[in-house]
Structures are given as structure tokens and as C-alpha cells.
T-cell receptor
Framework: DGGITQSPKYLFRKEGQNVTLSCEQN?????MYWYRQDPGQGLRLIYY???????QKGDIAEGYSVSREKKESFPLTVTSAQKNPTAFYLC???????????????????FGEGSRLTVL | KQEVTQIPAALSVPEGENLVLNCSFT??????LQWFRQDPGKGLTSLLL?????REQTSGRLNASLDKSSGRSTLYIAASQPGDSATYLC????????????FGTGTKLQVIP
């Protein structure tokens, strides 16, 4: 089955620690995204990548870092610089916008099951 | 700046009722609009995608409409079931530059048996 796998599902972090959330997809999508979800707020974009070895900051990138060494993988590191990291993190993917013309599924987002990070 | 609003924030209906969820957006220059379902503690499941050139999409008991000129979309759920209980989110993808996606905060639906 094609899809997006996020791990771990639950993660606990002590003050001052960096933690890395994994996101793997087998949908053959070029574009991948990381979102943060907090109660009562809409999803906010942390980072996105349209192609391997390239990524851009989203609206709330401070305190986070990413890499995109493989098409299938887009890990997110929550660094100690992120002052309020407790949240639900969601990874998503879509067809790269270069493949949108005439495609009825252009721009459709697919999500993983999420990772819940709690700071102790 | 695009803003997406979903009203009401919560809705409770008896089983079997037809219902409409609303999504409004401030900037009509959109590429597409997508409706999602989210169960507690889970990721988002895509329900329907409407491209900007389309007026509606249907899947089973779900029908979504799009009116760009008025900045509105509705998700119609026919013959609601307890299994429909979840939070429903709409997301709007902009059409300029990087096509940023803006999410609403969702409508939490409870269908009572």
C-alpha cells in the first residue's frame, strides 16, 4: 500500500535535547511538507521541499531543521532552540507542481499519521 | 494574506440527518480547495479535492461545492452515521508563486446514535 509513514508516534524530549522525527513516503511524490498542529489552531507550515536536496522555510521554521537527501525521506529535527516544541507534527506529500498541468489531482496533499512530541 | 474560517467550530446532530459544513476564505485567487477528515490523535485523511476550475466534487455520501467569487465552500454529508464523527478541515491552496496551503481550524462533528 502506498502511503506516508511517520515515526515515532509518541516522543518525549527533555529540555536541551534535539530530537528527530522520521517521515518516509512511497507515493513517488517530489514535494514533501512538515506541519505543526496545536489545539485550536490551524496547521502551520514548518518546512517544505519541492525536490531532493532543496528545501525552504515555512511560516514557523525557527528552532527546526530538515534534510532531503532522498526522494522518499524528509526527516525533521526539533532542536533545543525551539522554545515550545510540545505539539502534534504532521508530514505530508504531493505531486511536485511541475506535474500539475492537466492533472486532476494536482496539488492534492496526503498526510501521515502524525507524531506527538511532549517536552518533559 | 489568506484566511480560512470554518463555522461552527462544533456540531452535534442525530444519526440520519443530512448536514452541511462551511468553509470561507478571503482571497479568491486559489489553485484548489481540499476537505479532510481527522480522527482524534490521527493524521488527516483526504476526502475531496476541488480544483479552481471546478464547482463541485462527489464521493459516496459526500459532496463538496466551491464558489470562488463568494469565497465559500460547503461539504454536504448525506444520511450521517456515528462513524462520521470526526473533525473536518478545509484547506485552500493559493495560486501565486509558491502555492501555499492555508488551513481552517476545523468543525468537530458528533453524530449521535
Amino acid at each position: 500500500d502506498g502511503g506516508i509513514t511517520q515515526s515515532p508516534k509518541y516522543l518525549f524530549r527533555k529540555e536541551g535535547q534535539n530530537v528527530t522525527l522520521s517521515c518516509e513516503q512511497n507515493l513517488n511524490h517530489d514535494a514533501m511538507y512538515w506541519y505543526r498542529q496545536d489545539p485550536g489552531q490551524g496547521l502551520r507550515l514548518i518546512y517544505y521541499s519541492q525536490i531532493v536536496n532543496d528545501f525552504q522555510k515555512g511560516d514557523i521554521a525557527e528552532g527546526y531543521s530538515v534534510s532531503r537527501e532522498k526522494k522518499e525521506s524528509f526527516p525533521l529535527t526539533v532542536t533545543s532552540a525551539q522554545k515550545n516544541p510540545t505539539a502534534f507534527y504532521l508530514c505530508a506529500s504531493s505531486i511536485n507542481d511541475r506535474g500539475w498541468r492537466g492533472n486532476p489531482f494536482a496539488g492534492e496533499l496526503f498526510f501521515g499519521e502524525g507524531s506527538r512530541l511532549t517536552v518533559l | 494574506k489568506q484566511e480560512v474560517t470554518q463555522i461552527p467550530a462544533a456540531l452535534s446532530v442525530p444519526e440520519g440527518e443530512n448536514l452541511v459544513l462551511n468553509c470561507s476564505f478571503t482571497d479568491s485567487a486559489i489553485y484548489n480547495l481540499q476537505w479532510f477528515r481527522q480522527d482524534p490523535g490521527k493524521g488527516l485523511t483526504s476526502l475531496l479535492l476541488i480544483q479552481s476550475s471546478q464547482r463541485e466534487q462527489t464521493s459516496g455520501r459526500l459532496n463538496a461545492s466551491l464558489d470562488k467569487s463568494s469565497g465559500r465552500s460547503t461539504l454536504y454529508i448525506a444520511a450521517s452515521q456515528p462513524g462520521d464523527s470526526a473533525t473536518y478541515l478545509c484547506a485552500v491552496r493559493g495560486s501565486g508563486g509558491y502555492q501555499k496551503v492555508t488551513f481552517g481550524t476545523g468543525t468537530k462533528l458528533q453524530v449521535i446514535p
